[in-house]
């Protein structure tokens, strides 16, 4: 309920700043009025969206629809507004309606963020599935990438860019605008957290070196920040220093509702990497089998026949599994090459990248495949990919993928 509050204030905050300006001239008022109330409509509406989803009232898939139709249903009162007024002009009513669909989709992902869920990056790959809503995506981050260079002092619609990057898996187009924000503003926390992260995601998932020293930092200003103590964890483990990881993680337990998948999933980190430790077995980087990590998937990945003229025999394939709740590096990874398709293969604990991020530890999980142009995991524009929807792995012992989609 907090953070339903909170995401209500930021949006239309971010929306007043953005938009207002844009219609200030007094006989554009009764248009200006209408707009916001439209606008505070459909963030309030959003937020009671997210509500009924954290209470079970409806599903994620009825979640991500609901939201669409709400984006659309809000640009769509805009070009009413602006239609039968022609003192609004067209550049200032494009602009307007891109920021209605920005601040919702802020919403959105300050949501995922915060409460590291999947649903919303289900939502980025239906977008990529329908040609015209991912159309409409684009020209949003064009525009917002014009406002941004117009308006340099506005801070708000980099923040959002930023993290439209990660959702696009532009971790690099990312980590450069946290840079110049973590330039203009080193001591807020925030900043310093997801220039960690989107450092981290362009290098493989690599949290050691400046994601480390950026974390550290963000430690020292806010020794609570949970995802800074989530992230520091993990870094930690990469570095062989389980002690560390311990300390980073039973700080963050104190902090999460008990009873929580977040909860139960930081207690099996923690139950796992003391066990390692009385076990003598941190030298190893590989991760342990002691029997009980039995989790397993087998996936059958096959290629669209409407792409597949689009493909290129010796391009690299990689078929992973993720956390449907949890950090973002994968669980599992395969990795092979296009002309291996069609394939099946079994994704278990044994592929697991680091310690304790296995199968085992995060059963709910989104399993992907993609063929990657420039041979490395993180996606860019041109790979062709498809994921699946979010499974239990205990529950399912195989699944079929198809690689059906273009990244934009």
Known sequence: ???????????????????????SKKHQTDIVGRDQVNLQSAVTRLAELKQELEEGQITAEQFEKYRLDLEIAAVEDLNTSSSSAATCGKGNTIIASSVVLIVLLASTLIYQQNGFKQEFEEAQQQLVVENSKQAEADKIITTVEKFIKENPENVESRVILAQVY????????????????????PEEPDILVNYAEALARSHGNRLIGKPTDLLNEALQLAPNHGRALWLAGFAAQQAENN???????KHLLAGIEEGSEIYQNVVTLIAETEKSNSASTLTTTVVPSDGTGTAAIEVMVTLAPEIADKLNSDTTLFVFARAAEGPPMPLAVHRGIAKDLPLKVTLDDSMAMIPKMSLSNFPNIVVGARLSSNGQPQGQAGDLEGFSEIINVLENSSLELVIDSIKP
């Open 1 to 23: 309920m907090i953070f339903t509050l909170i995401a209500v204030t930021a949006s239309l905050i971010v929306a007043l700043v953005l938009v207002w300006p844009l219609f």
């Open 243 to 249: 002690e560390q990881a311990l300390k980073h993680w």
């Open 166 to 185: 990660i959702e696009e898996e532009r971790f690099s187009d990312a980590a450069a605008i946290y840079r110049e924000l973590y330039d203009i503003n």
